[in-house]
T-cell receptor, first 111, second 116 residues
Framework: QKEVEQDPGPLSVPEGAIVSLNCTYS??????FMWYRQYSRKGPELLMY????GNKEDGRFTAQVDKSSKYISLFIRDSQPSDSATYLC???????????FGQGTRLTINP | KAGVTQTPRYLIKTRGQQVTLSCSPI?????VSWYQQTPGQGLQFLFE???????NKGNFPGRFSGRQFSNSRSEMNVSTLELGDSALYLC???????????????FGPGTRLTVL
């Protein structure tokens, strides 16, 4: 079983919908939780990171971490066609540069 | 600031050959990490170099190796290529400020390696 599990999708929603993306993990030592977005033929780019449990909001994006359930989420409000990409969750122990990634969820926002 | 650059962008090799990939980090970044991305396994950590020393290593066989130069540029080498080594190889750089705090990793566009 993988340390980080993420439903690969694909997920297709209409423009303007609220999107919910999730990951579960097994290593309780993870402290930093990240969401990356990867467009086709590009490297991943960081959307948000959260330290330990809690919520973090940045514009239309909200990240939630529940360490007691080992569950993290990313919500996208008012989704746009430009949000169509693969979304990857990633985690690390402390400030270590070794990131453990989920499989990635391919998201399509239909106009 | 220029982003992370990787060369070459695409590479085709045959089984048994070896390959060297190059990564130039963002100016001032001293940490370089390498990842392998495949449809089946996703993104997996290979190793990290900081100040010319390997600081972290993933779960890959010894055929995968790397090094970092004094200007922080890094190379990774794969010897005796296998079909399963076909993947997108991503390099990421960061500017570690202190050991315990989070340091964002900036990814390059990757090198697409195909092994025939």
């Amino acid at each position: 079983q993988k340390e980080v599990e993420q439903d690969p999708g694909p997920l297709s929603v209409p423009e303007g919908a609220i999107v919910s993306l999730n990951c579960t993990y097994s290593n309780s030592a993870f402290q930093y939780f990240m969401w990356y977005r990867q467009y086709s033929r590009k490297g991943p780019e960081l959307l948000m990171y959260t330290y330990s449990s809690g919520n973090k909001e940045d514009g239309r994006f909200t990240a939630q971490v529940d360490k007691s359930s080992k569950y993290i989420s990313l919500f996208i409000r008012d989704s746009q066609p430009s949000d169509s990409a693969t979304y990857l969750c990633a985690m690390s122990v402390g400030g270590a540069q070794k990131l453990v990634f989920g499989q990635g969820t391919r998201l399509t926002i239909n106009p | 600031k220029a982003g992370v650059t990787q060369t070459p962008r695409y590479l085709i090799k045959t089984r048994g050959q070896q390959v060297t990939l190059s990564c130039s980090p963002i100016s001032g970044h001293r940490s370089v990490s390498w990842y392998q991305q495949t449809p089946g396994q996703g993104l997996q950590f290979l190793f990290e170099y900081f100040s010319e020393t390997q600081r972290n290593k993933g779960n890959f066989p010894g055929r995968f190796s790397g090094r970092q130069f004094s200007n922080s540029r890094s190379e990774m080498n794969v010897s005796t290529l296998e079909l399963g080594d076909s993947a997108l190889y991503l390099c990421a750089s960061s500017e570690p400020i202190s050991g315990g705090d989070y340091n964002e990793q900036f990814f390059g566009p990757g090198t697409r390696l195909t092994v025939l």
